[in-house]
């Protein structure tokens, strides 16, 4: 019997060197969060990207990622994370 595996539902806006999606962790709280894959160079002709993730702030349209919510629903988000990687 396989497991559930739990992710949130996400908006995705591609940028011209980016690629963003944002979702709600619902846990003790509600808050946005965001995913953030920047193309950063190429290496051997294959294109690098960094990943970034966060709290998003809708009125400055910046990720912190220095805030730790610990809003009870790390399984569920983490899961988020990698159901967006390409």
Do not use: H, W
Not at 3 to 21: D, G, H, P, S, V
Not at 24 to 36: C, F, R, T, Y
Not at 76 to 82: C, E, M, P, R
């Amino acid at each position: 019997m396989k497991a559930e595996i739990k992710t949130y539902e996400i908006e995705e806006t591609q940028f011209i060197n980016q690629l963003q999606f944002l979702f709600e962790s619902v846990g003790q709280n509600k808050i946005l969060k965001a995913i953030q894959y920047t193309n950063v160079m190429k290496f051997k002709n294959r294109d690098v990207y960094n990943l970034g993730f966060g709290d998003y702030d809708m009125r400055t349209g910046a990720i912190n990622d220095e805030i730790n919510s610990n809003n009870g629903d790390v399984y569920t988000v983490f899961n988020t994370v990698l159901s967006t990687v390409l």
